[in-house]
């Protein structure tokens, strides 16, 4: 399904601001898989989930999706095959554009924008219908503002509308992040029950490490633009967070770091 | 009477071009200084055609389509070289200055003794009153050529106007809306946001462009120096139109810009008649405009002031 080889990228090359954030990832994800992706800061995680969306284009390597080969593919070109949900919950609506507008555009991801109505009675009741189903009460809001909205509003409904068009990929880049404990855990089980109801492919970044142990059937942990752990279903199932965080501590060992940093990540994650 | 009919008339030729300032600006975010030279192009173009016998429907639909690729330049200067949005429009107006003055030949062409739409709406109009040359309207006495320049604007406008409305309601409409809301939301939905732009810019200087075409045929003559000025006038449109309707719903902010229009060129020659001096129009102009942009944040300013010494 995704197929990624040899991918590089470095920013600011050349200039004292020069960031290596990809040094070779090869990742290949089969069809129907959920892939948790972990990290610290500056792992490279979100830079690999950004060069599949196509955000920028890498100096090496190669990205597949769907047996097409994307690497140069502008980026709303790529949204034809993928579904992305962000991290920041205002990045992923139109806020002074209805929830039925902003609906409306998801359910013609990657299709030709013409001369026809964007919204009718038909897809209306099917917005209303699926809305309902979110138990959110906004089912009756369709002509609000979706910038009134709370950010765990905006977050589930840009993820309804990642997946209304069923994507051959679906991108999660921490998007839960923002969103306090309780609004994290709705967005959570909705993303397992819209990843489950359509057995979508899906890449998942977080910085969670309970979210990490607790989701999907495939592991990757990143550090400094490698992939440095790969724990398949089998292994993923016998992980908790703190044998993830032993592993943290291994590779920051390895790179002779302060092992006060080490502290302060146990106590930010677990 | 007659100046009130006259800035009607006038304020609905230039409702317009304050749509199309609506769209780049408030649609499209898009700070597009292409209008002062579209304007004199769909007037330059219009006029000249007319002039070489054209008939007045098509010229002056030529002359909005020469504003709309101006503004499709503007767009491309933009999204394909990457250069600022407002240097591009600036450009592109600097450029437009030179193309004006060929396209005329000279400064100025006067439409004094051609057929323009305005001379047809008053043939139309006279043949619908039995040739009667003025007409009594609220107990004032109009002249048939200036009302029926008014009803014929006003259809215009409000083709206009339904056209633009429905058009945004379209895929193609709510993705260009979307562009201007968020770009990054509607590229991660497929839309490619350059196309999109490239299609507003042309959109919006076309209907300028179409606001110099009628303007010129209504005053007779085309100048180069017309469009001076003339985006600052619609923009200052588009703020007296969102302050008189205060809603973000399309259809009433498209009526806003038009009723801001009108209710701005009333203003204006009242303005003058009472003695402003019409070298002070353009400074004044600029001045409301500036008082208009800062108000809501000072106004906003003042109250948290106020909260915060009522809770000390």
Redesign the interface.
């Known amino acids: 399904m995704l197929d990624i080889r040899g991918l590089r990228k470095t920013f600011n090359a050349g200039s004292p601001d020069e960031v290596r954030a990809l040094r070779g990832v090869d990742l290949h994800i089969k069809a129907g898989a959920f892939v948790v992706v972990i990290g610290s800061n500056g792992s490279g995680k979100s830079t690999l989930l950004n060069a599949v969306a196509g955000g920028f284009l890498p100096d090496a390597g190669q990205i597949k999706l769907a047996g097409r080969n994307v690497t140069r593919w502008p980026e709303y070109r790529r949204a034809k095959l993928i579904g992305r949900v962000f991290q920041n919950p205002f990045s992923g609506t139109a806020p002074h554009m209805t929830i039925a507008e902003n609906l409306a555009l998801a359910a013609r991801r990657g299709q030709v924008h013409g001369l026809g109505w964007s919204l009718s009675r038909h897809l209306r009741q099917a917005f209303r219908d699926r809305i309902r189903a979110l138990g959110m009460g906004l089912e009756d809001r369709l002509d609000n503002e979706i910038g009134s909205l709370s950010g765990g509003q905006r977050q589930a409904l840009t993820l309804l509308m990642a997946a209304w068009r069923k994507p051959q990929l679906l991108l999660l880049d921490e998007h839960t992040a923002a969103l306090d404990p309780k609004t994290a855990d709705q967005v959570i089980r909705l993303t397992q029950s819209v990843v489950a109801a359509e057995n979508l492919t899906t890449l998942m970044v977080t910085h969670s490490m309970h979210q990490a142990v607790n989701l999907g059937d495939r592991l990757i942990m990143m550090h400094q633009g490698r992939i440095i752990r790969d724990f398949s279903a089998v292994a993923k199932k016998r992980l908790r967070a703190e044998d993830l965080l032993e592993q943290f501590n291994e590779v920051r060992r390895a790179d002779q770091l302060d092992p006060g940093a080490a502290e302060m990540l146990k106590a930010l994650y677990v | 009477m007659n100046l009130l009919l006259g800035s009607f008339t006038i304020g609905l030729i230039l409702s317009l071009l304050a749509l199309g300032v609506y769209i780049s600006f408030r649609i499209f975010n898009f700070p597009d200084m292409t209008a002062d030279g579209s304007i004199t192009l769909g007037a330059a173009v219009a006029a000249i055609l007319l002039v070489h016998g054209v008939a007045p429907i098509g010229a002056t639909l030529a002359g909005a389509a020469a504003g709309a690729a101006s503004g499709a330049v503007t767009g491309l200067l933009h999204t394909r070289f990457r250069i600022n949005g407002l240097l591009a429009g600036i450009l592109v107006m600097t450029a437009l200055y030179s193309l004006n003055l060929h396209v005329m030949g000279r400064s100025n062409v006067p439409l004094l003794s051609t057929a323009t739409l305005a001379k047809e709406a008053e043939t139309v109009g006279l043949a619908a009153l039995g040739g009667l040359p003025t007409l009594h309207c609220f107990g004032w006495e109009v002249s048939v050529c200036d009302m029926a320049m008014l009803v014929f604007t006003f259809m215009a406008v409000v083709v206009v106007c339904i056209g633009l409305y429905l ?1 945004f ?7 260009m ?2 562009t201007g ?2 770009q ?10 350059d196309t999109m732009i490239v299609i507003g810019l042309a959109l919006s200087n076309g209907l300028i462009a179409l606001s110099g075409a009628l303007l010129a045929q209504y005053q007779g003559f085309a100048d180069v120096q017309m469009g001076i000025g003339m985006l600052v006038w619609g923009l200052a449109s588009v703020i007296i139109g969102e302050a008189l309707v205060r809603s ?1 719903g399309l259809a009433m902010t498209i009526v806003g810009a038009v009723m801001g229009s009108i209710l701005f060129r009333l203003m204006v020659a009242i303005a003058l008649r009472w003695g402003l001096n019409p070298n002070d129009l353009k400074l004044i102009t600029a001045v409301f405009v500036f008082v208009a942009l800062i108000l809501p944040g000072l106004t906003a300013k003042i109250h948290r002031r106020k909260e915060a010494s009522a809770h000390a």
């Open positions: 058009f309601r379209t895929n193609l409409g709510t993705a809306r979307a809301d968020n990054q939301m509607i590229r991660a939905l497929g839309v490619n946001t973000r």
